[in-house]
């Protein structure tokens, strides 16, 4: 069974701080996103990494960055963050080859920016 | 702009009551269409998916209807229970591009 380990539940930063999120998958997928969730505004993409080291632009890319050094860890970076970055994040995999296959997610992050 | 429109925003129903979810998308290039259950402090986790050949697809009490030529699918969820008490999502997925629908927030009754 897929396991996506997003290593905080809950964090509390404040304004203009540098902000770590960090995801890992133990099944070898080379895909993983990341999600912000806000209600009644659904899942939106924010970036997604097809290997390691390479990286692609979502629907909101600004005012965050992503890093993936190794196939299963895939961080987001919030570089200087504000109190409209308050959300759910979710990370979420799937394998290459996956066209019957959609994405696992992680059981998210809920990130307060005071 | 949403390229996926889910209706409705919430819905109650009594125990053993059908709920239907329904959702149409824009792109018709989007060849796998799955739904996804989430429940509070959870990731969203896949519950069912159909592609587009097919009009209909059931597992358990959850059956997808699927409307090609509409552009809508839909979720049913059969003698609905209170544990079925979550948020549902809908998506549409072309390769990597996964489009997700605004979410339903579903409560069964005893």
């Known amino acids: 069974d897929v396991k996506v380990t997003q290593s905080s539940r809950y964090l509390v930063k404040r304004t203009g701080e540098k902000v770590f999120l960090e995801c890992v998958q133990d099944?070898?997928?080379?895909?993983m996103f990341w999600y912000r969730q806000d209600p009644g505004l659904g899942l939106r993409l924010i970036y997604f990494s097809y290997d390691v080291k390479m990286k692609e632009k979502g629907d909101i890319p600004e005012g965050y960055s992503v890093s993936r050094e190794k196939k299963e860890r895939f961080s987001l970076i919030l570089e200087s963050a504000s109190t409209n970055q308050t959300s759910m994040y979710l990370c979420a995999s799937r394998p290459w080859d996956s066209r019957d296959q959609p994405q696992h997610f992680g059981d998210g992050t809920r990130l307060s920016i005071l | 702009q949403q390229q996926v429109k889910q209706s409705p925003q919430s819905l109650i129903v009594q125990k053993g009551g059908i709920p239907i979810i329904n959702c149409a998308y824009e792109n018709t290039a989007f060849d796998y269409f799955p739904w996804y259950q989430q429940f509070p402090g959870k990731g969203p986790a896949l519950l069912i998916a159909?592609?587009?050949?097919?009009s209909e697809k059931k597992e358990g009490r959850f059956t997808i209807s699927f409307n090609k030529s509409a552009k809508q699918f839909s979720l049913h969820i059969m003698d609905s229970q209170p544990g079925d008490s979550a948020t549902y999502f809908c998506?549409?997925?072309?390769?990597?591009?996964?489009?997700f629908g605004a979410g339903t927030r579903l409560t069964v009754k005893p």
């Open positions: 159909i592609r587009p050949d097919v």
């Open positions: 998506a549409a997925i072309l390769n990597n591009d996964m489009r």
């Open positions: 099944m070898d997928h080379e895909n």
